[in-house]
């Protein structure tokens, strides 16, 4: 199981590691629903939550000490790839070689890119295969290799790929967001999400979702600001209201912010909910 792999892999005692130069959010696959970009230290009891969603069998205590081996972690989720994950900390050579092996349910293959050679893990009794391209790099996912190639091709002097992304979307998920109270999410393609968000069917002829989660008073819910961009800007006062009548009864605030842009703050949400976005 992921569990008992990440348990051996993460809680073994090193050194830091180096972290790779590397654009995570360019590894995680194109065309999905929602991404997030999450600064670890700020939100470690939940992603801590996350993994415990995520993973059956794993033990709080085991997802805290994971969690704390983790500083910064990129998120895709919403298609038939199910959830992927990019993420960077330290990650030890030798519990990675002792933790994947057959014994433990774990089949190696090795693929050669242009640069390196990489060693792929597919469980034998889960869906999810991973692959660490260096040491302070982690890609987890139900199809790792696509990942690994994109990684390989970044170290061979590629440029990181915005594909779907406006440049000042990408730019505002990419940005490093560490040591700042807010988990940044876009959704750069939102048709598809807009029924889980709003839980309405309609489509109100949005463009992009971007915005930040933080932490609401209530520790059982979070609170979310966002920012919808419209198609077309004549419609921006009717699509403003088709969204207040989307998130009723959510108390939040709606109101149009720019000539394409509509603002929503005060937006609560469970964290439970939100992690149902993720498909878990």
């Given at each position: ?92 050579k030798a519990a ?43 890609c987890i996912s ?66 992009a979702i971007s ?70």
């Amino acid at each position: 199981m992921l569990g008992a792999l990440t348990l051996s892999v993460l809680l073994a005692s090193c050194a830091s590691l180096p972290r790779a130069e590397v654009d995570l959010l360019s590894l995680l696959p194109a065309d999905e629903a929602l991404y997030l970009h999450v600064p670890v230290r700020s939100y470690e009891d939940v992603v801590t939550s996350l993994l415990l969603q995520a993973v059956p069998g794993l033990s709080e205590k085991d997802g805290v000490r994971i969690v704390k081996r983790t500083d910064d972690l990129y998120l895709s989720a919403g298609s038939r790839n199910g959830v992927s994950l990019a993420s960077s900390g330290s990650y030890p050579k030798a519990a990675i070689k002792a933790a994947l092996s057959e014994k433990n349910g774990w089949k190696a293959k090795t693929i050669h890119g242009s640069v390196a050679e990489y060693t792929l893990y597919n469980s034998i009794s889960s869906p999810f295969s991973l692959s660490f391209p260096e040491l302070g790099v982690a890609c987890i996912s139900e199809n790792v290799e696509p990942m690994v190639r994109t990684y390989d091709a970044l170290l061979g002097g590629a440029h990181a790929s915005s594909d779907g992304f406006s440049e000042s979307l990408y730019a505002y998920l990419a940005e490093n967001v560490s040591g700042k109270e807010e988990i940044r999410f876009a959704c750069p393609n939102p048709q598809s999400f807009t029924k889980l968000l709003f839980g309405s069917k309609q489509n109100i002829g949005l463009t992009a979702i971007s915005g930040s989660i933080s932490r609401s008073k209530n520790e059982q819910n979070c609170a979310l600001s966002l920012l919808l961009e419209v198609s077309d800007p004549r419609t921006i006062k009717a699509t403003a209201a088709l969204v207040k009548l989307a998130i009723f009864p959510v108390a939040a605030q709606v109101r149009i912010a720019g000539e394409r842009t509509i603002e929503i703050t005060e937006y609560t949400m469970s964290w439970k909910k939100l992690y149902s976005l993720f498909g878990i």
